[in-house]
């Protein structure tokens, strides 16, 4: 009887704390923020597909009673700019409105309220919100969140087509420059080309990123022991934008690319 009865007291209790946690969560700025709360600065940059952590830390008296402390984490809609929450944890609540954001229990205790994210999506990017409260003080941060993409770059040869061919895939934002230079045994540095190049418009990807071609047209006798380079110009690379391609010397088989095909079209 009186466990019973001390433990609808502790629920009651509880589902106070919460009532009183959320209030105080929700309360429109009018008492003063007494909690510093420090973001990653004024914009975060994440890879996509990649686990994202948008940075939040509570600053002041640490550890943290993690009992007395609510998180809530939310992203402004584009659309009507009202904050759509992401994730919250107060008491023992924790709930994820986008599937396997996260606040790491352990991190909170030492005043790091940092959003996990899993699979960062190029639609998420946007401004997101931290806002902490230690009862009875309160915090907030917003950091803008940009999901960006690096090209994955290659360079072949089109041996029917007499070019040489560089693409860029899966790319964001979608600037890109693809500039195309020589190496030849006259000239120590690489010399910039820019006639007999043709780059295509960027084509998207289910995904929001997208891919772009450049293609080099050789002439009608092959050039030997030369090297060509393509260099991709992203914001993020995350390999370097150069890739080289030598031509063999006289007599021997190409680098690469498409394998020479007999007239027969046998299979080898
Ligand atoms: C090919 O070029 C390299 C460097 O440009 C040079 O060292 C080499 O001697 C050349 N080979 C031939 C067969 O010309
Ligand atoms: C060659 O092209 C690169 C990339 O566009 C550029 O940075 C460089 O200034 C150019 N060099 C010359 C000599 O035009
Ligand atoms: C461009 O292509 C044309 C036709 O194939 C060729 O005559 C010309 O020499 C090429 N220009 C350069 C710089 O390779
Ligand atoms: C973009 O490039 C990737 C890799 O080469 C390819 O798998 C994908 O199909 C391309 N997307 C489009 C729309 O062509
Ligand atoms: C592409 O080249 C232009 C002109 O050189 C430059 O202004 C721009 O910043 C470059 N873009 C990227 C993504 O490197
Ligand atoms: C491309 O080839 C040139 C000349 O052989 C060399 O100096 C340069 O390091 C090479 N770059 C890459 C990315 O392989």
């Known amino acids: 009887m009186a466990a019973d009865a001390e433990a609808a007291a502790a629920r009651t209790l509880c589902g106070f704390v919460r009532t009183l946690l959320v209030l ?24 996509l597909n990649h686990n994202a952590i948008i940075s939040c830390k509570v ?41 396997g954001a996260s606040v790491s229990l ?36 917003t950091v803008l969140l940009k999901v960006v993409a690096c090209p ?3 360079l072949s040869v089109e041996e029917a087509k007499q070019r040489l ?22 000239n120590s540095q690489c010399v910039n080309i820019s006639e007999n190049v043709t780059t295509n418009a960027a084509i998207a990807n289910e995904d929001n990123t997208f891919n772009v ?9 092959l050039e030997h022991n030369v090297t060509y380079q393509c260099r991709v ?16 010397e006289n007599g021997k088989d190409l680098p690469g690319g ?3 095909s007999s007239p027969g079209g046998g299979i080898m």
């Not at 008492?31 to 004024?42: D, Q, Y």
């Not at 008296?61 to 992203?75: A, E, T």
């Not at 809609?77 to 409105?97: I, K, M, Q, S, W």
């Not at 110009?233 to 063999?248: A, D, K, S, W």
Request: charged share 20%; with cysteine.
């Open 152 to 154: 994955v770059s290659s």
């Open 258 to 260: 498409v394998p020479h």
């Open 59 to 99: 600053l002041g008296s640490l550890p943290l009673n993690i009992k007395n402390v609510g998180v809530i984490w939310s992203r402004k809609n584009p659309v009507d700019g009202t904050d759509v929450t992401v994730f919250e944890l107060y008491g023992d609540h924790r709930e994820a409105f986008r599937s």
């Open 233 to 248: 110009e992203h914001v993020f690379l995350c390999t370097p934008g150069r890739r080289n391609i030598t031509m063999p």
């Open 24 to 47: 105080v969560l929700e309360l429109p700025a009018l008492i003063a923020e007494s909690l510093r709360v420090e973001m990653a600065g004024k914009t975060q940059t994440v890879l």
């Open 165 to 186: 061919l560089c693409e860029a895939s899966g790319f964001y934002p979608k600037n890109i420059n693809i500039t195309w230079c020589k190496w030849s045994q006259e």
């Open 106 to 141: 352990q991190g909170l205790a030492k005043g790091d309220a940092s959003l996990q994210l899993p699979e960062v999506q190029l639609s998420e990017a946007g401004e997101y919100r931290c806002k902490v409260v230690n009862t009875p003080d309160r915090g907030q941060g």
């Open 213 to 221: 071609t450049s293609s080099l047209k050789l002439k009608r006798s």
